[in-house]
T-cell receptor
Framework: AQSVTQLGSHVSVSEGALVLLRCNYS??????LFWYVQYPNQGLQLLLK??????LVKGINGFEAEFKKSETSFHLTKPSAHMSDAAEYFC???????????FGKGTRLHILP | ETGVTQSPTHLIKTRGQQVTLRCSSQ?????VSWYQQALGQGPQFIFQ???????GRGNFPPRFSGLQFPNYSSELNVNALELDDSALYLC????????????FGEGSRLTVL
C-alpha cells in the first residue's frame, strides 16, 4: 500500500536559516508526491507536486523538493526561513489509481526569531 | 473563480446524533474527496465521489455516508455520532479523477459531546 512517513512531528529553525522537512514514501508504482501546507484554522494548500517529470520540483513561497528514488525520499527545503512559514506541513502520495491522495501525519514548523 | 466552500464551519453535537456537512466544489471540478483530520493528525481519507458515484472509500464504518449532486456539490453524513468523531472534516475537489491535485476548503470542525 502507498504510504508516507514524515520524520519529526515538530521542527524548529531560526529565521533566515535553512528549512528541511523530511518525507519518505512507500509505493509499488512510480508515485505522484505532494507537499501541502496548513495554516491555523485553515484548509490545506498545495505547495508543490512531483508527477514523474523533473526530479527537482519548485513550489510556491520559495519551497522546493527533490525526488530521490534510490532513497525513496521527497524532502522539502527552503534556503531561508521566514516567520510566515510557521505552519503544519504534510507530505502526501497518490494511491495506485492516482485519484486518491494519502497524507502523512504532518510536521509542525516553528520559526524562531 | 470560486474555491471550495464548506458549511457549517463549526458545530457541536451530542453522542448518538446525526450530522450533515456540505461542500461546494470548485468551478469545473467533477470529483470531491472527504477527509477527517483529528487533532494533531494528518487528514484521513473517508471517501471520494466522481460524477455522483462513490469512487473509493477509506477505513470508515458505514455510518459515514455521502452524496454528490448533479452540480458536483457534496454532502457528508455521519449517523450515531461518537466522541471520536470530533475532528476537522475537510472537503477537497479535483478537476477529474487522477488529476493528482486536490483543492481544499477550510473545513467543518465538529465537536461531539
Amino acid at each position: 500500500a502507498q504510504s508516507v512517513t514524515q520524520l519529526g512531528s515538530h521542527v524548529s529553525v531560526s529565521e533566515g536559516a535553512l528549512v528541511l522537512l523530511r518525507c519518505n514514501y512507500s509505493s509499488s508504482v512510480p508515485p505522484y508526491l505532494f507537499w501541502y501546507v496548513q495554516y491555523p484554522n485553515q484548509g490545506l494548500q498545495l505547495l508543490l507536486k512531483y508527477t514523474s517529470a523533473a526530479t527537482l520540483v519548485k513550489g510556491i513561497n520559495g519551497f522546493e523538493a527533490e525526488f530521490k528514488k534510490s532513497e525513496t525520499s521527497f524532502h522539502l527545503t527552503k534556503p531561508s526561513a521566514h516567520m510566515s512559514d510557521a505552519a503544519e506541513y504534510f507530505c502526501a502520495v497518490s494511491d495506485l489509481g492516482r485519484d486518491k491522495i494519502i497524507f502523512g501525519k504532518g510536521t509542525r514548523l516553528h520559526i524562531l526569531p | 473563480e470560486t474555491g471550495v466552500t464548506q458549511s457549517p464551519t463549526h458545530l457541536i453535537k451530542t453522542r448518538g446524533q446525526q450530522v450533515t456537512l456540505r461542500c461546494s466544489s470548485q468551478s469545473g471540478h467533477n470529483t470531491v474527496s472527504w477527509y477527517q483530520q483529528a487533532l494533531g493528525q494528518g487528514p484521513q481519507f473517508i471517501f471520494q465521489y466522481y460524477r455522483e458515484e462513490e469512487n473509493g472509500r477509506g477505513n470508515f464504518p458505514p455510518r459515514f455516508s455521502g452524496l454528490q449532486f448533479p452540480n458536483y456539490s457534496s454532502e457528508l453524513n455521519v449517523n450515531a455520532l461518537e466522541l471520536d468523531d470530533s475532528a476537522l472534516y475537510l472537503c477537497a475537489s479535483s478537476l477529474d479523477r487522477g488529476a493528482g491535485e486536490l483543492f481544499f476548503g477550510e473545513g467543518s470542525r465538529l465537536t461531539v459531546l
